[in-house]
């Protein structure tokens, strides 16, 4: 496997439910994101992980919660979700550490699409 | 604040040229991108260009960056159907963060 693979790529759950989206990168970054795109609106940055360290929470529900174990998996488990939070969440990485376009330019994954019941 | 903006559509003919164009309000921003997204893909890089050029051509792709407008297009010569697709412009303000416009739908009909 190359890049960044999300798993599942289609999940469909009831509000009662607890899930998780898995994202693992193959291209030995540090940093790891996690975004959700919605319907005719722009992407919108959930979380930020810099050395297996969350660097950034964007004022998300609590019940969206992260997990990085290691700089290569990144994790968002879910629980007691809403219909709104029906989207495509993608994951990115990227090199990470100091300021600069190459190490930090964002390599996505394909998305996993999630709807709420 | 923080906003970038797109056009929402574009639809040219196949072999004609396509251009997006971005408006973005962080002067501070050092680098701006280009991405795609295909149907049911995620996003993929295009290109980016450093905030301290006026332009970058890399094959069919030519970003132009007039800074003191904020303005930023992506001009793709010879336009296939395989260009069809979303493109969103992303500014980046902090090390840690992007933001995006909506994405521009580019249609290509033969």
């Known amino acids: ?117 | 604040g923080e906003d970038v903006e797109q056009s929402l559509f574009l639809s040219v003919r196949e072999g004609d040229s396509s251009v997006i164009n971005c408006t973005y309000t962080d002067s501070s921003s050092t680098y701006l991108y280009w991405y795609k997204q295909e149907p049911g893909a995620g996003l993929q890089l295009l290109t980016y260009i450093f905030s301290n050029m006026d332009m970058k051509q890399d094959q069919r792709l030519t970003v132009l960056l007039n800074k003191k407008d904020k303005h930023l297009s992506l001009r793709i010569a010879d336009t296939q159907t395989g260009d069809s697709a979303i493109y969103f412009c992303a500014e980046r303000p902090d090390t840690d963060k992007l933001i995006f416009g909506t994405g521009t739908r580019l249609q290509v009909f033969p």
């Open chain 1, 1 to 117: 496997e190359t890049g960044v693979t999300q798993t599942p790529r289609h999940l469909v759950m009831g509000m009662t439910n607890k899930k998780s989206l898995k994202c693992e990168q193959h291209l030995g970054h540090n940093a790891m994101y996690w975004y959700k795109q919605s319907a005719k609106k722009p992407l919108e940055l959930m979380f930020v992980y810099n050395f297996k360290e969350q660097t950034e929470n964007n004022s998300v529900p609590s019940r969206f919660s992260p997990e990085c174990p290691n700089s290569s998996h990144l994790f968002l488990h879910l629980h007691t979700l809403q219909p709104e939070d029906s989207a495509l969440y993608l994951c990115a990485s990227s090199p990470g550490g100091t300021s600069g376009a190459v190490r930090d330019t964002q390599y996505f994954g394909p998305g996993t699409r999630l709807t709420v019941l």
